[in-house]
Structures are given as C-alpha cells and as structure tokens.
C-alpha cells in the first residue's frame, strides 16, 4: 500500500523568513495530494491541493510543486507570520474513484518566532 | 455553510468501557469517514461510508470497533470494550460523492482510556 514519509518533523523559522516541507510518496498510482493545516486542538483544515497534472500551484503564500518522476512533492511558504505556527500536514490520494483513503504523512511542526 | 459537527469533544473512560461518538457531515456530502489520529502522527483511515453503505473498513479493528450511518447522514463509531491503546482524536470527515479526495474535518473527539 501507499506510504507517505514527511520531513522535518519540527522547523523554526524567523518571521518573514521561507519555510519548506518535504513528502515523498511510495505508489506511483496517487494522483492527489492535499496539505493540511493543523493548529493545537483543531481540526486539519485543507490548505492547499496539487494534482499529477500539474508540477506547482501557488496560492498567495503558498505554494505546493510536485515531481511525479521523483515521487515527492513539497510545500512552500513565503513570508512566514506567527500565525502560520502548526503542525502541517501532507497526504496522498487518488481521485477519479470512489475510495477517498488519504494517506498521512506524520506531520511538521512548525514554529514561527516574531 | 456549517462545518462537520462532531459529539462529544472529549471523552475519559475506564479500559474495557464502551463509548460511542456520534458526528453530523456537511450538508450534501454522501461520503463519511472515520480517522483515527494518535497523538504526534497524521490521521488513519478507519471506516468510509458512500451514503449508509461501507466502502472501506480494511482498516477498522472489527473485533473492538463499530460503525453505522444507518440513514446516510448523521454516523456513529463505537469502540467496546477499549483498551489503552485506543487513546486518540477521533476525526469525522466528510466529502462530495465525485470529490471523494477532498475531505472537510470536524473538531474531532479526543478520547482518553485510563
């Protein structure tokens, strides 16, 4: 089955500063890939969504790319604020079928400092 | 639109209780599932429903876990009898029947067995 490995599991970063988040994928018939948003005793929110399609999608500041032939893909945040502060998390999928299982990465805690 | 709505938020039973959570999806998704998430790892797959039938239980452990969405809307997920093990946030997430792979979370119920 599908295995999904994410990296690092904590980053810090300074405001104003870039940070990225790594996931690499093992089954080469996922085709979607969704990065949720975390914050402490919330619910994962969906922020951004790549898929095979397409090589990157930009959202303001966020930004997701992918590399089929490499099975990985990444998220990028610019211009880091305080309250980007969570756990993110990455996820593989397939659409176009009637089984939704997202498959998890283990999630990056990410910490903004002012 | 409202969100999912899931009952209670959390839980503290005795090992070897039952306990039950109930969650309400948004309103026109047909598709419900049922995540497990233990703490410092990301969401697992335990049940998918497409309307009141089961698409996906692969992953639920049959002998201790239950779950039912008996008129296609509102979904219990039972647990009896639990174990330690079984401490985690339980999350409800629903989808659009031909958008399986996007899925909205509830709050989840964290669970805690002492």
């Known amino acids: 089955g599908e295995n999904v490995e994410q990296h690092p599991s904590t980053l810090s970063v300074q405001e104003g500063d870039s940070a990225v988040i790594k996931c690499t994928y093992s089954?080469?018939?996922?085709?979607?890939f969704p990065w949720y948003k975390q914050e402490l005793g919330k619910r994962p929110q969906l922020i951004i969504d790549?898929?095979?399609?397409?090589g990157e999608k930009k959202d303001q500041r966020i930004a997701v790319t992918l590399n089929k032939t490499a099975k990985h893909f990444s998220l990028h945040i610019t211009e880091t604020q305080p309250e980007d502060s969570a756990v993110y998390f990455c996820?593989?999928?397939?659409?176009?079928?009637?089984?939704?299982?997202?498959?998890f990465g283990k999630g990056t805690k990410l910490s903004v400092k002012p | 639109e409202a969100g999912v709505a899931q009952s209670p938020r959390y839980k503290i039973i005795e090992k070897r209780q039952s306990v039950a959570f109930w969650c309400n999806p948004i309103?026109?998704?047909?598709?419900l599932y049922w995540y497990q998430q233990i703490l410092g790892q990301g969401p697992k797959l335990l049940i998918q429903?497409?309307?009141?039938?089961?698409?996906?239980d692969s992953q639920l452990p049959k002998d201790r876990f239950s779950a039912e969405r008996l008129k296609g809307v509102d979904s219990t997920l039972k647990i009896q009898p639990a174990k330690l093990e079984d401490s985690a946030v339980y999350l409800c997430?629903?989808?659009?029947?031909?958008?399986?792979?996007?899925?909205?979370f509830g709050p989840g119920t964290r669970l805690l067995v002492l």
């Open positions: 309103s026109g998704h047909a598709t």
């Open positions: 996820a593989a999928s397939m659409y176009g079928g009637s089984q939704g299982n997202l498959i």
């Open positions: 089954d080469s018939a996922s085709n979607y």
């Open positions: 429903f497409q309307n009141n039938g089961v698409v996906d």
């Open positions: 997430a629903s989808s659009l029947a031909d958008r399986v792979e996007t899925q909205y």
């Open positions: 790549i898929r095979s399609n397409v």
